[in-house]
Structures are given as C-alpha cells and as structure tokens.
C-alpha cells in the first residue's frame, strides 16, 4: 500500500521581478513586476512502505517544493497530496507525530544551547516515554558515534556533527516517514560516506520511508532503488534506478584491450553492439573485448543537460 | 501541557546564554526610566503642577510605567517576523505542537525573566530616586488591576503576531515595526500620561488598543481610573477583535509561506 500518493500537484510562487540598474530599481519602487514562477508543475507518483526513495534533479528542478508539500509545510497551488491517509498541509498532530523534516542547510536544534536539550526537548514535545526515549537516543547516539558532544552547544559543533544531532532530534520519536532535504551537502566524503551508511542501516532496521533529495549522484547510486528524476518541475523518470539506463541511453561501449595492453573504447548503438564487436574481434591484435552500460551519471548529466530529450 | 512548560524552560535557559546582552537589556530598561525622570524634573522639580500632575505624581506615574512595561511588552513574538523570512518557522511548524502556544509560552518565560530582574531594580531604582511609591491596598481594586495587565498581556501579544505576519507578504518588516515601535512609546503612556494631551488627540489614541497596555492598567492600579468597568470591557472587546484578525491574518499568510533558505 502507498504511503504517499500525489495527484497533479503544481506549485506556483509570485516573484518580484527586478529590473537592471539603479534607475530600475526606482522604477520597482513605484510599479513592481511580479511574475509567477512555476517550481512544480503537474506531478503525479506514488511512494510504498519502507521505501528509500530518492528525487533528483539540478537546483531550481522543483525537488525540495515538493518535498516541502509532502510535508505540509507549503500549500499547494492545486492537486492533491496523500501522506499516511492525512492531508500534509492541515498539519493534523497525528501526521506530524509520524514525519520528520531534516533540511542539510538549515538548523532545526536550539542555536545556543547543548543538542541534549533539543533531544529532551523533542521528547516532551512528541510525549515520549522515558525508557522508549533513552533506549531510542542511546541507539542513535551508537549509530552515528556522536556521544562526546551531546553536551556541546550546537553552534560550537562541526557541520558534520551537527548534521548527526540534526538526524538524533529527526529520529528521536521513530517517524514512520523521513523527508531528507539534501542530507549530505557541504558534508566532506568521509562523513558523507558514514551519513549514507547511517541512512542504509535505519532503513534497514525498520519499516519507515525515508524520501531524499540530492544532486550528488553518489547518494542515490548507494542508498536508492526508487528514483525520481525531476527538472524544470515535472518528472523526467520515475521507476527503478536499474531501468534509467535501459530507458534514456541509446548506446552501449565497448572497450577494446590490444596486444601491448592498450585501451580503446568505442560508443556503439544498442542495435549494432553485436556487429560491431564482431568486427572489432577479426582485428587479430585484439586481446580482449568488454561490452559496457554507460555510466548512470553521464546517462543523468545528459538527460538534464540536452533540451530535446538525452542523446547518449 | 508539559510539552508548553518544557518549551518555557529551554527558552528562559536560551534567555541565560546571552549574559551580556541580559544585563545590557536590564541597564537599558533602568536608562528607560532616567530619561523622562530628568525632564520631569527640569518641568516640575521646582514645585507646581501640569495638568493636575505634581512631580510625585508623575514619578509614581512613570515608575508604574516602568514595572507594567517590563511585564506587558516583554516579548519573544517580535521574532516572527524575522523567523518567517528567514525560513526558521519551518521548526515549530512541523512538530505537534499549537504555534500561538508555542509563541505564547515563550512570552510568558520572557516575562517572568523580567519580573525577576525587577526585583533587583526596583530597590536600585527607589534607592537612587526615590520616587513616591503608591501601594494600592484595595484588594478589589488590585484585582481588577491584574485583570487588566492580563488582557493588556494578550493585546500586546495579538498586536505582535499580527505585525510579524506582515513577512508572509513583504520582506520590509523593520520600518512598520519601527513605526510601531514609536507609535507605541507615546499611545501606550510610556512617556506620559495620556489625559495630559489635548481631547482631539485623546479622543485619537483611545480609538487603539494602545492605551490599553500600559495606561489604562495602571490608572486602576492607581485608583484613579473612575471608569475603569467599562475599560475592561472595551480591552476584553480589543482582545476578541485582535484575536479574529490575527487568526485570519495568520490563516492566510501560511498560505503564502515559502520555508525559504537561509
């Protein structure tokens, strides 16, 4: 059964235009241009239980719009939005009981005291019991190793560990969804690679979805089977990250390794692969041949990157 | 309710992380008091009166004021504004909680921080000063009194979501919050007392809440308020009115809220 359903879901946000210049900006004093600016339009999928499903697309695609939708943090301009049975956006107490909303860039613990309180705090706030709370926040803590710095004030804490409370205090009361905006940005590979580990095991270990945005591709290869791909507000793709290929890219490589242990690769039609490597093979100073799926990030960069659709 | 007094006690510990700025904001409230001391005292200090008001008077006046302020215009909601451009209302908006609660509650702890602060200045205060203190010791009248700092609490509170809500259509919220700022320094009877102005002007003011914050609760503290009834009343009515619109206000400006970046 679907825990997320949107119907024809769009978004439009009134923007105030600027003209160029000094002379312009007085102009906008007077007589401001608005103009709608269109960050989702008209988006239908569905996400199941325990899911790990990942949107991706270049900034500006419309991908953290409609995560805020999901949540119920934006209203949307027109369709339908279903999360656990409730509508987000009327915030009902059971639905946010059973989200949680982690965005990479932003700072949802208390600025200028010690992550613990935020933790206590949220324990309040969601009416957790003593001993579900201390067994979940020393799980957690275990997990994501940041047990020497519970009592530091967050503003002293590096972004890395900062983002470990920020998942703790998104954790803390087991939402059934988690909505991850960008969870590894501005991260080094190092803490990006123990945040994806992180994010594997909770999944994992129990039945809740957790729905990520991102524009690293490194993300989504680990963590994702479900992907969907948005840019320009509409969906481009939305299935299994294995089926991308097999859907946008037309050709396949082949690497050809000659007799002094040479390299050569050659982009090749899909229909053609087999001739062509048994041409390539009567070449008598061929050693070996591989026969190779393009890459899933050249597949992506190339669907965002040409206007009539990927050519690769 | 316990998830409210929690948020009371992480807001007073918030409060306690900035000891500098604490103790500045309290010289800062004491310097409050200086400022109309020293022209009262360039007016009056020779003896005489204006407008029925002798020095004493207009001390116990101003001295009324000082204690009410802290405890009406104390406030954390003036930060709405600034959390809805900023994105940071996103935080209380996602967690189960009622947000006019939320703010309400951490106005409360704002307070009760100031009214502990008094009791240290208002020795300070009587000590180098020593204004004639009135105690009034009609407990009927102290209770009205409480009733009225009490809607003056909420007024004040519905005035500051609904100024703060102006972020949900513009980014230009310092300006309207100055002017109100000002505004609020004379209509509320801060500086002096409100019937010391001329009737056209009196009749003006007292068509606002304003001076339902600070002048009218203190002129029945004083006893010296003859229609004070009817100016519970007209608060209690101030306070139903303030809340329809902030509730509306509030009701269509999330609509537009964006959860932007910082």
Redesign the interface.
């Known amino acids: 059964m679907p825990t997320i359903t949107a119907h024809n879901l769009r978004k439009v946000y009134s923007v105030q235009k600027k003209r160029p210049g000094l002379s312009g900006s007085l102009k906008d004093l007077f007589a401001p241009i608005n103009e709608e600016k269109v960050a989702v339009q008209d988006v239908s999928f569905s996400i199941d239980e325990g899911e790990l499903v990942g949107f991706i697309g270049p900034n500006g695609a419309g991908k953290t719009t409609t995560l805020k939708m999901l949540s119920g943090l934006l209203y949307p301009t027109s369709g339908e939005v279903r999360v656990l049975g409730f509508d987000p956006w009327k915030r009902e107490y059971d639905f946010l009981k059973q989200i949680s909303l982690v965005m990479g860039q932003k700072n949802q613990l208390w600025w200028d005291l010690p992550a613990i309180e935020s933790f206590n705090l949220a324990k309040d706030i969601y009416d957790i019991p003593q001993p579900v709370y201390k067994k979940t926040l020393y799980d957690l803590v275990e997990l994501l190793d940041i047990g020497d710095v519970l009592n530091v004030q967050v503003r002293k804490l590096s972004l890395g560990q900062r983002m470990k409370a920020e998942l703790v205090a998104a954790l803390i009361h087991t939402p059934k969804i988690l909505y991850l905006d960008e969870p590894t940005i501005g991260l080094d590979v190092v803490m990006q690679q123990s945040m994806r580990q992180f994010l594997k095991d909770y999944n994992q270990r129990g039945d809740g979805s957790i729905i990520l945005t991102s524009h690293y591709m490194d993300d989504v290869k680990e963590l994702c089977k479900h992907v969907v791909i948005i840019d320009n507000g509409t969906i481009l793709f939305d299935g299994l990250l294995s089926n991308i290929i097999a859907k946008f890219s037309k050709h396949k490589i082949i690497e050809v390794i000659g007799g002094k242990g040479e390299l050569k690769t050659h982009k090749v039609l899909r229909g053609q692969v087999a001739e062509k490597a048994a041409t390539l093979l009567k070449d008598p100073s061929v050693v070996d041949i591989n026969i190779k799926e393009i890459e899933i990030e050249d597949v992506i960069r190339s669907i965002f990157s040409a206007p009539t659709g990927p050519d690769i | 309710m316990?998830?409210y007094?929690?948020?009371f006690g992480?807001t007073l510990?918030?409060i306690f992380?900035?000891r500098l700025n604490m103790v500045m904001w309290r010289v800062r409230q004491i310097f409050v008091f200086l400022i109309p001391f020293f022209i009262w005292r360039a007016v009056l200090g020779q003896g005489g009166d204006i407008y029925g008001y002798s020095f004493a008077t207009i001390m116990t006046y101003l001295f009324g004021t000082t204690v009410l302020r802290s405890l009406v215009m104390g406030s954390r909601t003036i930060d709405l504004g600034w959390m809805i451009n900023s994105?940071?209302l996103?935080?209380p908006?996602?967690?189960?909680?009622n947000i006019f609660s939320f703010f309400f509650i951490r106005d409360l702890a704002d307070k009760l921080f100031n009214l502990t602060f008094m009791f240290i200045e208002i020795p300070l205060i009587l000590l180098i000063f020593k204004p004639p203190v009135f105690i009034q010791t009609n407990p009927l009248i102290v209770l009205y009194a409480t009733v009225s700092i009490l809607l003056a609490i909420i007024i004040y509170f519905f005035i500051n979501v609904i100024f703060g809500s102006l972020a949900f259509w513009t980014r230009d919220i310092w300006a309207p919050r100055f002017l109100l700022m000002v505004i609020m320094e004379i209509a509320t009877g801060a500086m002096f007392p409100l019937d010391m102005l001329p009737l056209f002007w009196q009749k003006l003011i007292f068509a606002t809440p304003f001076p339902y914050l600070l002048f009218i609760p203190l002129k029945i503290y004083l006893g010296t308020d003859p229609q004070f009834l009817s100016h519970i009343l007209i608060a209690l009515g101030w306070v139903f009115f303030l809340g329809v619109i902030t509730k509306l206000v509030w009701r269509k400006g999330?609509?537009?809220?964006?959860?932007e970046?910082?």
Request: proline share 4%; glycine share 8%; net charge positive.
């Open positions: 316990h998830k007094l929690s948020i992480i510990q918030e992380t900035y994105g940071s996103t935080i908006l996602m967690r189960p909680l999330i609509k537009s809220y964006e959860a970046g910082r």
